[in-house]
């Protein structure tokens, strides 16, 4: 066998880009009269394509970890790495989505959604083609001309989504972005971003204190608890591939259910 043949033999698969490895991260935030540790010792690592949710109880640090990964907030000691570079600030390759719907009022869809783009000097032909390509995506082609006055708070979000992923980022950092929507909106939501992960191929990482919504969702689940905020355990999401609605009535996903939401409890 010749070298060249050897080494196809030994090659190792090429690494999925969007790798999120936090390291030893602490934050407490302090005053002269008291301190507040927020986050304790995290260590996670977040696959490249992987779609992983962070569950937890209001006050477990959640949020305040999602910032720091986004490079909006500093933490107290540890790193995050995305793909073995230090995050030392916001980056074009980490997308943000908010519950609050933080869309310009001023601006059309089509022209949230190119706002990124348009900042960083893209020229306008292109623009257009990416953001048809996402309206395409989030199913709202015929609301290109509309305000986010117009627009109900679903489609607010799924223009939100789209607006983060022009810029084509490596990771989705998306925070209880569906908390303020009814039931039947949520659902729908959900699907919808699950389709656009997978066309997208983007890494997720979901902060909600929705049980059902985080194993309908991921394909991991770390749990969080407070007091400081720790990682307790994390769980494999054993689900099809494919979540229909009909997936949440499988035994797997009630078994998950219960077990969570007996650590959640205690």
């Known amino acids: 066998?010749?070298?060249?043949?050897?080494?196809?033999?030994?090659?190792?698969?090429?690494?999925?880009?969007?790798?999120?490895?936090?390291?030893?991260?602490?934050?407490?935030?302090?005053?002269?009269?008291?301190?507040?540790?927020?986050?304790?010792?995290?260590?996670?690592?977040?696959?490249?394509?992987?779609?992983?949710t962070i569950l937890g109880p209001s006050g477990c640090g959640k949020s305040t970890l999602l910032r720091i990964v986004a490079g909006l907030e500093d933490a107290s000691s540890g790193t995050v790495l995305l793909d073995g570079e230090e995050v030392i600030g916001p980056g074009a390759d980490?997308?943000?989505?908010?519950?609050?719907?933080?869309?310009?009022?001023?601006?059309?869809?089509?022209?949230?959604?190119?706002?990124?783009?348009?900042?960083?000097?893209?020229?306008?032909?292109?623009?257009?083609?990416?953001?048809?390509?996402?309206?395409?995506?989030?199913?709202?082609?015929?609301?290109?001309?509309?305000?986010?006055?117009?627009?109900?708070?679903?489609?607010?979000?799924?223009?939100?989504?789209?607006?983060?992923?022009?810029?084509?980022?490596?990771?989705?950092?998306?925070?209880?972005?569906?908390?303020?929507?009814?039931?039947q909106t949520k659902l729908e939501m959900q699907e919808m971003l699950l389709d656009v992960w997978e066309k997208e191929k983007t890494t997720v990482l979901f902060i909600t204190h929705d049980i059902d919504e985080a194993i309908f969702l991921s394909q991991r689940i770390v749990v969080m608890g407070a007091g400081p905020g720790r990682i307790l355990k994390e769980f494999q999401v054993r689900l099809p591939a494919e979540r229909t609605p009909e997936v949440r009535e499988r035994p797997e996903f009630l078994a998950l259910k219960r077990e969570l939401a007996q650590l959640l409890k205690h």
């Open 94 to 183: 980490r997308g943000m989505v908010f519950q609050g719907y933080t869309l310009f009022p001023w601006l059309t869809v089509r022209e949230n959604i190119e706002y990124g783009l348009k900042l960083r000097g893209v020229p306008i032909l292109d623009r257009r083609g990416v953001s048809s390509y996402l309206l395409r995506v989030i199913k709202l082609e015929a609301f290109d001309k509309a305000y986010p006055k117009q627009l109900s708070g679903g489609m607010k979000q799924r223009v939100a989504i789209a607006r983060a992923l022009a810029n084509r980022p490596k990771v989705l950092l998306m925070d209880e972005p569906f908390g303020a929507l009814d039931a």
């Open 1 to 52: 066998m010749d070298q060249a043949a050897r080494n196809r033999g030994t090659a190792q698969p090429e690494a999925v880009p969007g790798e999120i490895t936090i390291l030893g991260l602490h934050k407490a935030y302090e005053s002269r009269k008291s301190r507040f540790e927020a986050l304790r010792d995290i260590r996670l690592t977040v696959g490249g394509n992987e779609f992983l």
